[in-house]
């Protein structure tokens, strides 16, 4: 096939076209080698939640002595006791099963620490926003115990953080996952982490165990169509540089 593409033609050098097409070809690749190093990322990220799934929870002050020597503890499953801190809740806006709604963060007060912890308590959907009487969403138990998950700040990266404000909004809403942030903004000092919790027996609202523990894994793929682009860039450039005679 490439012989007879170049059969009976001269090869002619075009150096704009030429530019422009190693500029395509190095994001192009560049791309495609993102994505590849983004499947080695998931595969990893696979392979350590379904490790941590079904372990027993820890002690949260463990998790995060632990987290803070340098290992990485993200979906851990982790326990605390504490009391909930009225008034210093979060709302993040959010999506479920396709209801929008909010994420339910509320500031704790461990037994065994000073420092506040953030606990996603879980979903709540828009139409039970507007029809619930009750202040705040779920009851406030004295010293209750908490599973769930630990779970690192959000970070968001170029270029998700070109659109995505990290800021609370004008009607009290977040969109990151940043417990630093709540804390700024409820004045009071607490840990850079964060608990996933749990369902919880009798609590409807919120709904915990939201936390998202499959995922799909199509990096492979768009590092295919990534290097595919660039190989049918370099036809094209081949094309115009092998003109008929």
Not at 7 to 36: C, D, E, K, Y
Not at 48 to 53: L, S
Not at 116 to 139: C, D, M, R
């Amino acid at each position: 096939m490439l012989a007879g593409l170049i059969h009976n033609r001269r090869f002619l050098f075009r150096p704009v076209l030429t530019i422009f097409v190693l500029a395509g070809l190095a994001m192009l690749v560049s791309l495609g080698v993102w994505q590849l190093k983004r499947l080695d990322w998931k595969q990893d990220l696979i392979v350590k939640i379904e490790a941590r799934a079904e372990a027993p929870p820890m002690a949260l002050e463990d998790a995060i002595a632990r987290a803070d020597a340098g290992e990485d503890m993200e979906y851990a499953p982790v326990r605390v006791r504490g009391r909930l801190q009225p008034g210093l809740e979060a709302r993040l806006f959010g999506s479920f099963e396709g209801a929008a709604g909010i994420y339910y963060f509320a500031a704790v007060k461990p037994q065994n620490a000073d420092q506040l912890v953030y606990v996603n308590f879980g979903f709540v959907p828009q139409s039970v926003l507007k029809t619930s009487t009750e202040a705040p969403l779920y009851q406030f138990l004295e010293n209750p115990e908490i599973t769930g998950l630990f779970r690192y700040r959000e970070e968001l990266s170029p270029p998700a953080s070109w659109f995505q404000s990290a800021e609370q909004s004008s009607d009290g809403l977040w969109f990151v996952r940043a417990p630093l942030r709540f804390a700024k903004a409820a004045q009071i000092e607490a840990s850079p982490y964060y608990i996933d919790s749990f369902a919880r027996d009798g609590a409807q609202w919120p709904k915990g165990g939201t936390t998202r523990l499959d995922f799909r894994n199509a990096h492979l793929d768009y590092a295919l169509t990534w290097f595919g682009l660039a190989t049918a860039l370099l036809g094209v450039w081949l094309v115009f540089s092998l003109p008929k005679q």
